[in-house]
């Protein structure tokens, strides 16, 4: 609870907007309610938050979700221009040393494959960068989620390491590697450069 | 020669006529998450294995799926 005496980061604490969707800070009572409305039915959406797909009460989404309090951890409701319908969630949590670990989930499948996460990451990790609190960005990803993997190659991280056999992965009942990957602030302003 | 598989993998994977062999992530509108997916999926039934985690994330362009058909 280090961060409670921080005043609220409102540079963080904002609403971004890309070309389809507007990005809204979410209280850690709106993000509960986003989660448990619409990923605890969905067993695989529910197993990638909670780790057991048939353990998905909202008491442990609620232990396990990222908790956003506007100084340390944010998480952004993706809502399309014109509409109140959430269609996932980007989460941002600021680390020592100057480094932003992210985590998305889009749980409306009808935007699956759609570009949502490239655009709107690309959106964060801009805003994250304009902060002098941010000169790294990181990610995790399991290592056969290729969608995933796609976007961070798309947006330019670097594969920096591997946790190989780290975790166990109930979709393939066998353990799973993680992916980790990373961007620094300067590879970003010269990727937007070329 | 596996540069020629590469090619016509990526494009059935993608469902486009043909492709170069610099094409990739940046070029082919296409290639999206899905479309990787589909690419990979491709070339592990093309090796009959599956790939490390380096291999998946080392695919980026027809010739990265040109060197992993050749590993």
């Given at each position: ?46 197993s990638a938050?909670?780790a057991a ?11 396990l ?36 670990h992210?985590a ?34 990181q990610g995790q990803v399991e290592g056969r989620n290729?969608?995933s993997i ?9 594969h920096v390491g591997t946790f190989h056999q780290c975790i166990w992965s109930t979709a393939e009942g066998a353990p799973a590697d993680h992916l980790l990957f ?13 | ?49 599956q790939?490390s985690p380096e291999?998946i994330v ?14």
């Open positions: 609870m280090s961060w409670i005496n921080k005043p609220r980061d409102l540079h963080f604490d904002q609403a971004l907007q890309t070309d389809r969707f507007e990005l809204r800070p979410l209280s850690l009572w709106q993000a509960w309610r986003l989660g448990a409305n619409n990923w605890l039915d969905d067993p695989e959406l529910a938050i909670t797909p048939l353990r998905r009460s909202q008491w442990r989404l609620f232990r979700m990222a908790k956003p309090n506007g100084r340390t951890r944010f998480t952004y409701g993706i809502f399309p221009h014109g509409s109140d319908h959430a269609i996932g969630v980007e989460s941002v949590q600021l680390r020592n040393y100057r480094t932003a992210l998305v989930l889009i749980h409306d499948r009808d935007w699956w494959g759609k570009g949502v996460v490239v655009e709107v990451r690309g959106r964060v990790i801009s805003h994250l960068f304009e902060s002098d609190r941010v000169g790294r960005i290729f969608a796609f976007n961070y190659r798309k947006l330019g991280f670097d990373e961007m620094m602030e300067d590879n970003w302003h010269k990727r937007g450069a070329a | 020669m596996s540069v020629d598989a590469a090619q016509a993998l990526v494009a059935g994977a993608l469902g486009r006529d043909g492709v170069a062999p610099t094409d990739g992530i940046a070029t082919l509108a296409e290639w999206d998450s899905l479309g990787h997916m589909h690419i990979v999926l491709a070339i592990e039934a093309a090796r009959g294995q790939l291999q080392s695919i980026g362009t027809v010739s990265d799926v040109a060197a992993c058909l050749d590993e």
